[in-house]
T-cell receptor, first 116, second 115 residues
Framework: AQSVAQPEDQVNVAEGNPLTVKCTYSVSGNPYLFWYVQYPNRGLQFLLKYITGDNLVKGSYGFEAEFNKSQTSFHLKKPSALVSDSALYFCAVRDMPSSNTGKLIFGQGTTLQVKP | DTEVTQTPKHLVMGMTNKKSLKCEQHMGHRAMYWYKQKAKKPPELMFVYSYEKLSINESVPSRFSPECPNSSLLNLHLHALQPEDSALYLC??????????????FGPGTRLTVT
């Protein structure tokens, strides 16, 4: 069965510093991986995805993620954090990628706090 | 445009009430989803519609009844809910089929409180 783990409940970083939010996955076959962000009392916003191709994926708001097959990881990164990046971040993997409907398996979420 | 809209934003209902949540998208997506989310937890999938047909029901209690009247609309009918059903209900859509791009786009959610 597909699964995703986010090992950190919370990540704290100072504004202007680089940030990393970790995600590891366990899948059979090739993984289809996603990052979403959720601001308080809002829905989830799609940030980026890895389906195939370059291991470094660039997404919205200056975020990027690095797919590492040997370490089964898909960490989210940003070179310089903003206070406005403070939110709840979810990593997800698509269950049964070849199927016509894409059930997402979510990690437990990581709260990012960026302090001024 | 990657917008999914949901109405109402907030809903308070008693355990004997009947109410409905509405979701709409105009991105031409043919898969639509209902999720339930508790505070600071990941969304839990409830239902998936693919080409207006119910394709996944994650063993959701019958007091939740989904409906997909057309390719742009998704409803969730609520009846005889319990206080533990209080949550944020999220709708999402994705482009499936031969041109699928895989990511799901979420609406802002309906905050449901059952009293």
């Amino acid at each position: 069965a597909q699964s995703v783990a986010q090992p950190e409940d919370q990540v704290n970083v100072a504004e202007g510093n680089p940030l990393t939010v970790k995600c590891t996955y366990s899948v059979s076959g090739n993984p289809y991986l996603f990052w979403y962000v959720q601001y308080p009392n809002r829905g989830l916003q799609f940030l980026l995805k890895y389906i195939t191709g370059d291991n470094l994926v660039k997404g919205s708001y200056g975020f990027e993620a690095e797919f590492n097959k040997s370490q089964t990881s898909f960490h989210l990164k940003k070179p310089s954090a903003l206070v406005s990046d403070s939110a709840l971040y979810f990593c997800a993997v698509r269950d049964m990628p070849s199927s016509n409907t894409g059930k997402l398996i979510f990690g437990q979420g990581t709260t990012l706090q960026v302090k001024p | 445009d990657t917008e999914v809209t949901q109405t109402p934003k907030h809903l308070v209902m008693g355990m004997t009430n009947k109410k409905s949540l509405k979701c709409e998208q105009h991105m031409g997506h043919r898969a639509m989803y209902w999720y339930k989310q508790k505070a600071k937890k990941p969304p839990e999938l409830m239902f998936v519609y693919s080409y207006e047909k119910l394709s996944i029901n994650e063993s959701v209690p019958s007091r939740f009844s989904p409906e997909c009247p057309n390719s742009s609309l998704l409803n969730l009918h609520l009846h005889a809910l319990q206080p533990e059903d209080s949550a944020l209900y999220l709708c999402a859509s994705s482009q499936e089929g031969w041109t699928r791009t895989y990511e799901q786009y979420f609406g802002p959610g309906t905050r449901l409180t059952v009293t």
